[in-house]
């Protein structure tokens, strides 16, 4: 039998309680769109921070928050197991409260940010995924923590 692949790569092994299958299964999904979601958000809030941050300090600074959340979370659903798991959960958590507080923001006074964040309009500038995300995480990392039935 060989060993699973998160022993091979050193970091810990998936647990028979299901807490290591985080990034399994429809985790794998997530994975993804997360580690797309790091690198989108990253490097938006980078180039608009280094050309134009005066235009919009603050949309900018959400946006690269957005993208280090965003690879937090990735990050636990590679590693998965216990610790990793309650990361993922506190992260996604800060998200959507992050994308409901800066979406009803942009709505109710437009004028407070200039230009976008990821965030704004509930991510419709990303296809409301920034909205969908947290959600679909959240209760994935619900799911995966109860028991594997046999």
Known sequence: MSEPAHEASG?????????????RGPGRLLLSLYGVFTVAAVSRSLVQMITKFHDAPLAYVLSAVAGLVYA????????????????????????????????TFTLVDPSAFPD??????????????????????????????????P
Do not use: K, M, N
């Not at 970091?11 to 990034?23: M, Q, T």
């Not at 309650?86 to 994308?99: D, H, K, P, T």
């Not at 964040?117 to 209760?139: C, E, K, N, Q």
């Open 72 to 103: 937090v979370i990735t990050v636990a659903l590679w590693r998965g197991g216990e610790a990793a798991r309650r990361v993922a959960l506190v992260c996604c958590s800060a998200e959507l409260a992050g994308v409901l507080a800066v979406g």
């Open 116 to 149: 976008a964040t990821v965030w704004s309009d509930f991510g419709i500038g990303y296809l409301f995924l920034p909205l969908l995300l947290p959600v679909a995480g959240l209760l994935w990392l619900r799911r995966s923590a109860r028991p594997q039935q």
């Open 11 to 23: 970091a810990p092994a998936a647990h028979e309680d299901g807490a290591g299958r985080i990034g």
